[in-house]
């Protein structure tokens, strides 16, 4: 059996709480030069990563950069800090819930990303986070969509990191959305909605086929009033946009979801009107370090089912 290759750690500080990119060379390839790797394995082009390494911006595991001529070593490992995108920010605060020495859970608002990820990279939970607590090795056990609000566990100690992330892999997490989507008088609920949903590399939305179910979710009606409803969703299981893809198959899709029924065109940068009205209120489990008992409730509103004419408007 292969052992996995020890990672070195890193040569260079974060940057706006955000960590620098890590590159492995291959242990197979033509390449003659470090160079010749990156710049065929990334996007940034010829001019970028020759620009970067005449400028030093490219370093090894012991700190020293890498020069354009550096001869290619299959395993290498190289550290760079990719250059940060022009970010909107998300003019909503990032609310702590709770936070002992090993975890810290956060209530997160609609529109701020969980993790750094393509053009969301300082403006997201984690690394206002590190900033904001002064918490460097901060990291996620779990996500929530940039779309959704509410509950994020965080873990403080790398080290423990595995341990709270098995508590989603094993389904030992309970998990609690609210939601308001459209009142339909005659949908019988509460209902246990399974079926089997994929969602492709490349595509926005996910969709159900036929086959064997691996999306199981309890929905439930706690009040309607206007014409709307405020659902209680239980997931039994984590597929991308399960619970949005089930309410959508019920014919109740969730109000401000730009995705189903339909795709609909990108909202500019700036716009922070009309969230999803998806919130993870609740969060349980019992801590897998320190044995306690745990159960979260987010703070945050439904403005879609508060005050319905605001969010409209």
Known sequence: MRRKPRIPPSPLPQRDGVDPVRVRLPQAGEWATV?????????????????????????????????????????????????????????????????????????????????????????????????????????????LDRLTAGLVLFTVRPEERGAYQSLFRDRLVTKEYEAVAP??????????????????????????????????????????????????????????????????????PLLGDPLYPVVTGPVPAGDFRRPLQLLARKLEFTDPVTGHAHRFVSGRELQAWTAHDDWAR
């Open 183 to 252: 009142y339909d008088g005659g949908l019988e609920l509460p209902r246990t909605v399974r079926s089997r949903i994929v969602k492709e590399r490349g595509v926005m939305a996910a969709r159900e086929v036929a086959g064997e179910p691996n999306a199981v979710s309890r929905i439930e009606l706690r009040d309607h009033r206007d014409g709307l409803g405020r659902y209680r969703l239980v997931p039994r299981t984590g597929q991308t946009h399960q619970l949005r893809v089930h309410m959508n198959t019920l014919g109740v």
């Open 35 to 143: 160079r010749e790797h990156l710049v065929a394995r990334l996007a940034a082009g010829a001019g970028v990563i020759d620009t970067m390494l005449a400028d030093g911006l490219i370093v090894r595991a012991d700190g020293r950069p890498v020069e354009p001529g550096t001869a290619y070593e299959p395993g290498m490992f190289v550290w760079f800090h990719r250059e940060l995108p022009d970010e909107e920010r998300v003019p909503f605060a990032v609310d702590v819930v709770y936070r002992d020495a090993h975890v810290v859970v956060a209530d997160k608002p609609h529109f701020l990303a969980t993790t750094p990820r393509g053009s969301h990279v300082a403006e997201t939970v984690l690394a206002r986070l590190r900033r904001e607590l002064d918490l460097p090795a901060l990291g996620a056990a779990h996500r």
